[in-house]
């Protein structure tokens, strides 16, 4: 699977992004997808992520209410919107496909990998 994230930026505290990643090379409907964050400085972290049928989800505390997961399988496509957008956001954000039906949370269960879009919230 080939990923392709894209839609970040520069915003405000407070401003709305949303994030996209495109799917190529194989099924998409037969993977569970999620999006991790690495800030400068700190170890990759666990986003959100949800089933490869878009029937769960599950987010980090840090993003709870704010950030929601999506994802249209027709357009071999997962979305992150991201509300409410903290200066603690800003990381390079990264989407990832795992040969799965059900979430995963680690990084280790996840073996396709895009190249990251960097989101930078300033105050």
């Known amino acids: 699977v080939q990923l392709q994230a894209s839609g970040g930026g520069l915003v405000q505290a407070g401003s709305s992004l949303r994030l996209s990643c495109a799917a190529s090379?194989?099924?998409?409907?037969?993977?569970?997808m999620g999006w991790f964050r690495q800030a400068p400085g700190k170890e990759r972290e666990f986003v959100a992520a949800?089933?490869?049928?878009?029937?769960?989800?599950y987010y980090a505390d840090f993003v709870k209410g704010r950030f929601t997961i999506s994802r249209d399988n027709a357009k071999n496509t997962v979305f992150l919107q991201m509300n409410s957008l903290k200066p603690e956001d800003t990381a390079v954000y990264y989407c990832?496909?795992?040969?799965?039906?059900?979430?995963?949370?680690?990084?280790?269960?996840?073996?396709?990998w895009g190249q990251g879009t960097l989101v930078t919230v300033s105050s």
């Open positions: 949800i089933a490869s049928s878009g029937g769960a989800t």
């Open positions: 990832a496909a795992a040969f799965r039906d059900h979430i995963g949370v680690a990084a280790p269960m996840y073996q396709y």
């Open positions: 090379g194989r099924t998409f409907s037969n993977y569970a």
